[in-house]
Each structure stands twice: as structure tokens, then as C-alpha cells.
């Protein structure tokens, strides 16, 4: 009898399926609206912000404000604002939110050695953010075992048709892009979208090879995110390397407009 009620759950949640299709035209199955997954990102980071030591270093909190700020003034939606935290950690690590949140490590900063490369990594980031990366994850783990699982615990706390109930398992089980690690399409994909961000934000696309040249010699200590099930660094080099015909003329396009003033602090 419970099988089949959670059979039935999951048939209740497949009628709200749409297949949308991402930035680059893969098609993507998202279970959850926008505004669920903002909530689920809102949550998420403030949890994140309780767990990790908040950086309070003024210098280097307003050289990665500075890079990401530019980054996310060149989104074309404006609507919304974004929260920049620095992290103290020797992680090398960032990820952005649903809902307009930023992380970054300060480990990060021993390999994106200048305002170029940081851009790289911020606007990878917020690129899985714009292709609504962690929506096809969650919705992804909601459609596996990992989804039954929690349908059943919250079939057992009242019935899963209560989808906040359902939303708040799923939030304390996972944090949205932070420990469900991308798969391989969605990050050539962030590359992608990242690179161009990054370009129009004035940031010159040249130091994304740089970065993972750097990141390569790192080593094992990069954070999940950026470790995750990334393509190998050869890979991604040359895609990026493919990409600059396309990403400097946008590039030199926006140095006419904006001024790379970000200072790294020594
Ligand atoms: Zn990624």
C-alpha cells in the first residue's frame, strides 16, 4: 500500500514536469518553480553562513565584491540582488545560489592569482545558476532513489501532496549545488556561459585557461564544487581555448565601457 502511495506521489509530482532547454539547447527536466528553488537557495545559504567561518578581512572582502559585483552587473536581469560572502577557508572553492547568492573561498585566491581568473570562477558559477543546474538536480534526485527516500519520510510526517514539507526534507538533505555535485554536460555548459559572462563583464577570457592551468597544478585540494565530476583539465583547456574566438570580441567590446579597477589586495 505504500508503495503505491509513493508511486502515486511521484505521478502527482511529474504532472508539474516541464522540459525546458538549456542555455546551450540540451533539454532539462525542472520539477520545481523559480521561486521554490530561490526559497531552497535562500535557505541553503543561510545555513552555509552558520556552518563557515565568515571572512572579515575588509581588503579582501572588497576585492571579490568588486569582481563579482562587475560580473553580475553584466547579467542582463537586474531584478535581483546579489549577496557576496567570503569564506575563511583553505578550500579552493566557490558556488553560487539559486536566489542570488555568491560563496567564494578564501583558498580560492592561492589559485586565481588575479581579478581575471576570479571573474572565471565567479561567472562559471553563477552560469549553473542562469542554466538552472541545480533545479535539474534536485529534480533529478527527486525522480531517483534519493527522491523516494525523502518521499517517504515525508509521507511519514503527514503526506507528501504538503510539497513545503516536501521541500523542507529536501533542504536539510542537500544543499542546492553545494554537495550534489554537477554532472560533466552541466559544467562545459557553465564553462560556457561563464566565459561569456565574464567577457562582457570586462574580464579578459584569456586567464580562464590560465585558471585551470592553475588549478591543474593545485591538485587535490580543490573544494567539491570544483572538483566535482569536472571534465579533466586537458579537456576543459581546450574547450576554453576553442571558446576565445567568440568570447575577446566581447571583451574588447566592454573595455571601452568598464574599467578593470580591481585591486588584489597584496
Ligand atoms: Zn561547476
Same mark, same amino acid.
Given at each position: 500500500m505504500k508503495g503505491i502511495l509513493i508511486l502515486l506521489s511521484a505521478a502527482l509530482f511529474l504532472t508539474g514536469c516541464a522540459t525546458h532547454q538549456s542555455p546551450t539547447g540540451r533539454g532539462q527536466t525542472l520539477l520545481f518553480s523559480s521561486q521554490e528553488m530561490s526559497q531552497l537557495g535562500d535557505s541553503s545559504f543561510a545555513q552555509i553562513k552558520q556552518q563557515e567561518k565568515i571572512s572579515q578581512d575588509k581588503a579582501l572582502n572588497a576585492y571579490v565584491h568588486c569582481v563579482a559585483d562587475r560580473v553580475t552587473q553584466a547579467? +542582463? !536581469?537586474?531584478?535581483l540582488p546579489w549577496e557576496v560572502v567570503v569564506f575563511e577557508s583553505d578550500q579552493v572553492n566557490a558556488f553560487a545560489l539559486p536566489g542570488g547568492h555568491i560563496g567564494v573561498y578564501s583558498g580560492l585566491l592561492d589559485v586565481a592569482v588575479n581579478a581575471d581568473q576570479l571573474a572565471t570562477v565567479i561567472g562559471h558559477e553563477i552560469a549553473h545558476v542562469l542554466a538552472n543546474h541545480s533545479n535539474e538536480q534536485v529534480s533529478r534526485a527527486q525522480l531517483t532513489g534519493a527522491g523516494m527516500q525523502l518521499a517517504d519520510l515525508a509521507l511519514g510526517a503527514g $503526506?507528501? %501532496? !504538503?510539497k513545503e514539507l516536501y521541500m523542507a526534507a529536501l533542504g536539510l538533505g542537500v544543499q542546492v549545488g553545494y554537495i550534489l555535485p554537477y554532472g560533466r554536460e552541466q559544467e562545459s555548459e557553465a564553462d560556457v556561459v561563464g566565459v561569456e559572462l565574464m567577457a562582457k563583464a570586462?574580464? !579578459?577570457? %584569456?586567464q580562464s585557461v590560465e585558471l585551470w592551468k592553475n588549478m591543474s597544478k593545485a591538485g $587535490?585540494?580543490? $573544494?567539491p564544487e570544483l572538483l566535482?565530476?569536472? +571534465?579533466s583539465h586537458g579537456q576543459r583547456i581546450a574547450q576554453l581555448q576553442q571558446m576565445q574566438a567568440k568570447a575577446q570580441p566581447l571583451y574588447q567590446a566592454s573595455k571601452l565601457s568598464v574599467k578593470n579597477t580591481c585591486q588584489r589586495p597584496k
Open positions: 547579467l +542582463p !536581469d537586474q531584478s $503526506g507528501i %501532496a !504538503d570586462g574580464f !579578459d577570457p %584569456a $587535490g585540494e580543490q $573544494g566535482s565530476t569536472h +571534465p
